[in-house]
């Protein structure tokens, strides 16, 4: 079983930034939540996100409708998919899945964002950050623990349990030095585009780094 990151993994932007983007335009989403996106890319790429980020992201979209929400991330990985998705990447997850291997999205992305794009990529399952919903209404708030840090590990792990495999049998593609917990856990790391802290870890590790262009 293999388990991809999203963005700079599969996608070369942000899915985020696709989504607030794609709610501004529908009416849905404040501006300040676009505004913010700078500063929590920024720590995302210093391997300094935490549940706290999420949970600031997540708190600006109370009050959508799980429709609402639904409508914008179908529009929004509709433009990923044909702006922003690596080549090399979607052939990557074609090749395992012609071995036979599952795929699984394991991000801290929000579950209802990623969803429609493992659902078109025909991966097996998403472990993401969950909305929590009252009647159908995003309360602003994660249901559960965000997936990042130690907790998307112990999400990976327990997934893995879940099928009947061991870690060592799986592996686990991303670009953050934020997913070093889940890499290290695994049989087969690979850090794709990694960040300057990720590439200096996967060589003295001897893990493999690839780079996807187009």
Not at 51 to 63: F, H, P, T, W
Request: with cysteine.
């Amino acid at each position: 079983m293999m388990f991809f990151d999203v963005d700079h993994t599969l996608t070369r932007h942000s899915t985020g930034r696709r989504f607030v983007e794609h709610g501004l335009r529908m009416g849905h989403f404040p501006l300040r939540l676009l505004l913010h996106m700078p500063v929590f890319y920024v720590r995302y790429r210093l391997g300094i996100i935490s549940q706290r980020d999420l949970r600031k992201e997540v708190a600006a979209i109370r009050g959508c409708t799980k429709a609402q929400l639904t409508a914008i991330a179908e529009a929004a990985v509709a433009y990923s998919i044909r702006h922003d998705l690596f080549e090399q990447a979607v052939e990557t997850v074609r090749q395992l899945h012609t071995a036979g291997i599952p795929t699984v999205i394991a991000t801290s992305s929000l579950d209802i964002l990623v969803k429609p794009l493992a659902e078109r990529l025909g991966m097996s399952g998403v472990i993401a950050t969950e909305l929590e919903f009252n009647h159908d209404v995003a309360t602003g708030r994660a249901s559960g623990t965000p997936c990042v840090g130690a907790e998307k590990l112990r999400r990976v792990l327990e997934y893995i349990k879940m099928h009947d495999i061991v870690p060592a049998q799986c592996g686990f593609y991303t670009d953050s030095v934020n997913d070093v917990p889940v890499l290290s856990a695994v049989g087969t790391p690979v850090a794709v585009n990694p960040d300057p802290r990720l590439r200096r870890i996967a060589l003295r590790y001897g893990w493999q780094v690839v780079r996807f262009y187009r």
